[in-house]
């Protein structure tokens, strides 16, 4: 299954273990190490497929120092498979430095489909789903509102990540930015048990979440000026 010297990109679930694909269990399984954001994580997903190949760390910590290192070890002819916590690495985790490294020098990356979670908050969000942008997360303080500002036109739907105690500010911002009656949506724990979203608009949205908290990582969906 696997061809040497070729770095694969592998999505792993975001909460619902049924969501790991086939192709990528055969790939972690045939890879001569697995590169995993958090080691403890990953473990526990590899041990419940029955998995044994050796995990490395990889992370937002230590990938400058390993990237030379990692991509010489492929270029040697050793295969790895870059898994991330949950999801599809890159997609606002680690995986960039490498993916680009591994490309200036000629070796191959393969990046399998799967679990992502602002396809799933943007499809039942309702709004269109033709043109969108992905802004992940946003500044937490420099350069914010200037990002903000800048998105108050765009007619593509916006689609932002969001931890649960920065969630009510944020909503509050986009109030203030976008408009009290601008229409979006909130997907919370996407696979899992208590999968929520919470549709209307703005000032509708944030008064429910002010009354009930939210836990658990967030997709935030904003329909598109003009839309």
Known sequence: ??????????????????DMTL????????????????TRTSAKLLRHYGVDTPLKAYHMHNEHRL?????????????MALISDA????????????VRECLRAGVTVECLPGATALIPALVSS???????????FLPPKKGRQKRLASLAGEARTLVFYESP????????????????EREVSVSRELT?????????TLEQVLAHFQASPPR??????VRGAGA
């Open 1 to 18: 299954m696997s061809k040497e010297g070729t770095l694969y990109i592998v999505p792993t679930p975001i909460g619902n273990l049924g």
């Open 23 to 38: 192709r990528g269990l055969e790939v972690l399984k045939s890879v001569a190490t697995v590169l995993a954001e958090d």
């Open 67 to 79: 990237v030379q290192e990692l991509s010489s070890r492929l270029q040697g002819g050793e295969s």
């Open 87 to 98: 999801g599809t690495p890159g997609i606002s985790d680690p995986g960039f430095l490498l």
């Open 126 to 136: 309702g709004f269109p789903t033709d043109r969108f942008v992905f802004e992940g």
């Open 165 to 180: 105690h920065r969630l009510l500010k944020t909503l509050e911002q986009f109030r203030e930015v976008f408009g009290p």
């Open 192 to 200: 899992k048990l208590y999968e929520e979203t919470v549709r209307g």
């Open 216 to 221: 658990g990582e967030l997709v935030v969906v």
